[in-house]
């Protein structure tokens, strides 16, 4: 089931769009850290979490300081992320291994993913090849879990990440099928193909935004990878009281899902935040939904709550408005 983006998410960023117009203000960076540095409606939620929960476990040493806007980094690149991924590299594609949870959920995204996709660049959904002839370009693609898939469907997939050891798991696997052997994958950055003037028709970035050193930054440089017009599609996981008991202390600490330390809470975005960074960056989110798991049958399935793991869809406003009709 998918959702349209929520009245109160559409008015956060109505809200963000006329302060930077009229009076320039920024956006608050959602990577701080601090309560006391986030706005009221984000501080009482940090502030909930941080009395009502264990303490937070420790964290790897920090990236690059984050910047709340105004003059650009040379990359949003977390060294400390990188190392944490090449570390565990090699079990992309163990089912059972670190990425385990990303399989599951793999099926789900996929469906949102085709979905929208199909709806915005106006194809069937029910065909064998429903994004052929479409461009789309997996940041932050690891071993290819995403991109081959997309590449099954018929899209000239291009895949980057930051850890070499992931483009070269990726590379070996995708040449073993005739139908993925084609995928372009290449040890880069967001921030690198953008100096090459590089543009695609969709730009997709699952579970990614939350490692980065400068979210804000990383947005912009999605945006400017997406053609006006084009789709971007980003999901994460939302920083709230719920999800820092389920991802973190739950599938880290209890249930070993993944690797103690993967997330750290404070790097999480939620929902508002998401949206006012695309808006930012000049795309417009439309859709969003949550993704709900069921222990029971152990898969997961698209849901109205947001409140852990989330995937949104946008739109990147076309760089020439458009004219109005002559009266």
Not at 29 to 40: I, K, M, R, T
Not at 114 to 128: Q, V
Not at 164 to 183: F, R, V
Request: hydrophobic content about 40%; overall charge neutral; glycine content about 6%.
């Amino acid at each position: 089931m998918l959702r349209r983006l929520a009245p109160s998410l559409r008015r956060a960023a109505a809200s963000s769009a006329v302060q930077r117009g009229g009076g320039g203000a920024r956006l608050p960076d959602p990577g701080l850290s601090s309560p006391h540095a986030l706005p009221p409606q984000w501080r009482r939620c940090a502030s909930a979490a941080a009395s009502s929960l264990p303490p937070p476990p420790p964290t790897p040493p920090q990236g690059p300081p984050r910047h709340a806007g105004g003059g650009s980094a040379a990359s949003s690149l977390n060294p400390a992320e990188v190392a944490k991924f090449a570390a565990i590299a090699e079990t992309w594609w163990d089912s059972q291994g670190p990425f385990k949870p990303l399989h599951l959920m793999n099926p789900t995204r996929l469906s949102f993913i085709r979905s929208t996709l199909c709806r915005h660049f106006r194809r069937d959904p029910y065909s064998a090849k429903p994004l052929e002839g479409l461009k789309v370009i997996d940041v932050g693609c690891g071993g290819g879990i995403l991109s081959e898939p997309l590449a099954r469907m018929g899209a000239t997939v291009t895949g980057i990440d930051a850890v070499e050891k992931n483009i070269k798991i990726a590379h070996i696997h995708a040449a073993s099928d005739p139908t993925t052997a084609s995928i372009e994958y290449c040890c880069t950055t967001a921030e690198d193909l953008v100096k090459e003037n590089k543009q695609f028709d969709a730009v997709i970035s699952l579970e990614v935004i939350e490692h980065v050193a400068n979210p804000l930054e990383f947005c912009e440089s999605l945006s400017a990878l997406t053609v006006p017009n084009g789709a971007t599609v980003i999901s994460t996981i939302n920083r709230s009281m719920r999800a820092y008991a389920a991802a973190i202390v739950g599938a880290e600490y209890i249930l070993r899902w993944l690797p103690i330390g993967t997330h750290e809470w404070s790097k999480l975005v939620t929902p508002e935040e998401l949206v006012l960074a695309l808006q930012r960056a000049s795309i417009s989110v439309e859709e969003m939904a949550g993704f709900v798991y069921n222990p029971l049958t152990r898969e997961w399935s698209l849901s109205d709550d947001t409140s852990i793991n989330y995937i949104a869809y946008g739109i990147k406003k076309s760089e020439t408005p458009p004219t109005m009709p002559h009266q």
